[in-house]
């Protein structure tokens, strides 16, 4: 995101872009899915998310790949049934069941810590990617993306079905991200500015009023109810209590004097936030302190976990690890 469907068009050339409308030929043959070719160089292509379930680290991007490694040095690529880029990836607590989710509407499953992957919805058809996903526990999770797209499993996926949020899906809004604030509370962060919190594990939502009306792309929590907000030009804010707090002006803006939009993120374990984004930008934020370093390639990042005594992010260029002495923007 996604959105980031048409700023992640150019700098992901559009693996993240939501294709455009065409009309469907009733009488043609159905899509089927086709499964990932293994590639040599899979580690060093487009990849868009990143995840530590544990016990390994994980990796989904374009074509389907899905690699896997267990220092974030050596990378192995794994089965995938689908060639659809994949946008998201998460795991439930224990790091043995999780989701992965990308263009196509594709859902894929995985009980044994991302080793192999079953497919669980293809509808491409819609022509509409899931972008983000929210694994709740081993059974239950939530998948968000283009045109208000979202969808909730409860029975480890073997059913999916739309929720009910009118208030939040109505606008067909492109929805880039979801996440679990530290107390529990389920956000979104989407296009034109869309905010929505869920006190409920996701039963029911309630529309933010936003205080920017351009597109978020991601949100981090930053202890108990607060969020930290991130999206187009470097735009940031916060708020303590989003949920209490519902009006524009209870978004606090941080100053940024970098305007490079930031599409991934992720609170380290010392509390700092980190972002990452275009040119290769990485953002950490203490507080309402920003210090800003290039990776060394400097190309687009759209995601970022801390590991080790640094960071491990993904993006244009494959895999990228770096310690927190970055060269300095």
Known sequence: MKRRIGWLMVAFAASWAAPPAMAQDEDAAPIRPRPAEIQPLAPQSLLLDVTNTGQRLVAVGDRGHILVSADGNVWAQVEAPVRSALTAVQFAKGGEAGWAVGHDAVILRTVDGGATWSLQNFEPELQRPFLDLLALDADSAIVVGSYGMMRRTDDGGATWTKVNAPEVLEDEFHLNSITRLDDGSLFVAGEMGLLAISPDKGKTWIRLESPYESSFFGAVGTGGPGVMIH????????NRDPLNQRGADAWQPIENDNVATMFGSARLDDGRTVMVGLNGVVTLVEGRQIQHFRSARG???????????????????????????????
Request: charged share 15%; proline share 5%.
């Open 299 to 329: 190309t687009p990042l759209s995601a970022v976990i801390g590991f080790g005594d640094g960071l491990l992010a993904v993006g244009e260029s494959g895999v990228q690890r770096a310690p927190l002495t970055l060269s300095e923007r």
């Open 231 to 238: 999206g187009l030009r470097g735009t940031l804010y916060t």
